[in-house]
């Protein structure tokens, strides 16, 4: 990154915000209590921590959901659970979300749905302290938490604005401020740069928010919107690919003061349902408290760069040469 944009975000860099951060993270999610009958609601990862609490959450309100996971296993006894307990439709699409073949087919599938998608949830993730790359040879961080939510987004995008609404959550976290000066676009890979996890997973979650930056515009005035949420500090499976080491620190010294996923089940249930956040979208939300992402998730020159990007790796750039990106509408929201 150039010492430009780091001199630039130095400058945007506020110690209120991260005040605020601290105080947001804090409070209780605000409560959606409205039902959600016979919508439709797509959860990528549901079958553990925060996806498999937030897929029960909407199953309760009356929710039928389709869920996007890569164990066959845990799809079936989730889809079970769910059925049972709750009444509703529960149907899995299998999918390795770290495979660009995979996304890809996944998001034709949901493009050929004939039932509206309700709300979409971008929740798979993976946290990595050594790096692994995918059959692609990708950053694997990298794909499962941007690249597969930009695919699926880019192939929805006609289907979801020719419905009344949709919502999507990207399910994002206050680890994006890991990549504290930027993403280096010429090294998205990670070869010339020394890897760790923090830093990939910074980048990965950043990249996630700029891309948000872009389809928000691209969705304006259509009433789809799309949001990143921060599903607070929460026990769940988390890391579990990692060494015993890694594994030994969380147990004994994070997971004891990680709160519950029910918590960030409720958020996003509210940033999914609530009436309030209809018409609100490009946001980033502390749970439920919008919240200004760090200077580098809010660096517009660098979404545009990203989204061109992101079409090359994902093999997208012919499709979207056919439309192309309006840059001034971005630059001038
Ligand atoms: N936990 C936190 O405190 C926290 C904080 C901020 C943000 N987040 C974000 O929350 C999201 C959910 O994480 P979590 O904490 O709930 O972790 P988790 O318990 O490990 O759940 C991750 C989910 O993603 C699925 N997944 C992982 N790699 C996949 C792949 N290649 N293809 C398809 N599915 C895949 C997992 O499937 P399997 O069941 O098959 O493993 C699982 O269902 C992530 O995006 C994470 O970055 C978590």
């Known amino acids: 990154m150039s010492t430009r944009k780091v001199f630039q975000y130095y400058r945007a860099y506020q110690w209120t915000d991260i005040f605020a951060m601290i105080r947001n993270s804090r409070q209780a999610p605000k409560v959606c209590t409205d039902r959600f009958d016979g919508k439709l609601v797509v959860i990528t990862g549901a079958t553990s921590g925060i996806g498999y609490s937030t897929a029960r959450k909407y199953a309760a309100q009356g929710a039928n959901l389709l869920c996007v996971n890569r164990n066959s296993e845990k799809s079936e006894a989730l889809r079970r659970e769910v059925e049972d307990e709750f009444s509703v439709r529960c149907d899995c699409l299998l999918a390795d979300l770290s495979s660009l073949e995979d996304i890809h087919r996944v998001a034709h599938e949901l493009a050929s749905l004939h039932a509206p998608i309700d709300v979409l949830i971008h929740n798979a993730g993976v946290y990595l302290t050594e790096q692994e790359r995918t059959p692609d040879g990708l950053d694997k ?136 956040l209809e018409h609100v979208s490009g946001r980033f939300f502390n749970l439920t408290i919008e919240e200004k992402p760090a200077p580098p998730a809010r660096d517009h020159d660098l979404a545009l760069a990203l989204w061109n990007t992101s079409l090359e790796l994902a093999g997208l750039a012919d499709a979207a040469a056919e439309h192309p990106l309006s840059n001034s509408i971005l630059k001038a929201s």
């Open 141 to 276: 961080v990298l794909v499962v938490h941007h690249l597969s939510s930009f695919i699926i987004n880019y192939v929805l995008m006609e289907k979801l604005k020719a419905q009344d609404s949709a919502r999507i959550l990207l399910v994002s976290s206050e680890g994006h401020r890991f990549a504290a000066w930027g993403l280096n676009l010429d090294d998205v890979n990670w070869e010339k740069r020394r890897y760790t996890g923090l830093r990939s997973y910074g980048a990965a979650k950043t990249s996630q928010l700029l891309s948000m930056l872009v389809f928000a515009d691209r969705f304006r005035d259509s009433g789809v919107t799309i949001n990143a949420v921060h599903p607070g500090a929460v026990k769940t499976e988390t890391g579990q690919e990692n060494g015993p080491l890694y594994r030994w620190w969380k147990k004994t010294f994070y997971d004891p003061i990680l709160k519950t996923p029910a918590i960030s089940a409720e958020a996003l249930y509210y940033c999914g349902a609530s009436t309030e």
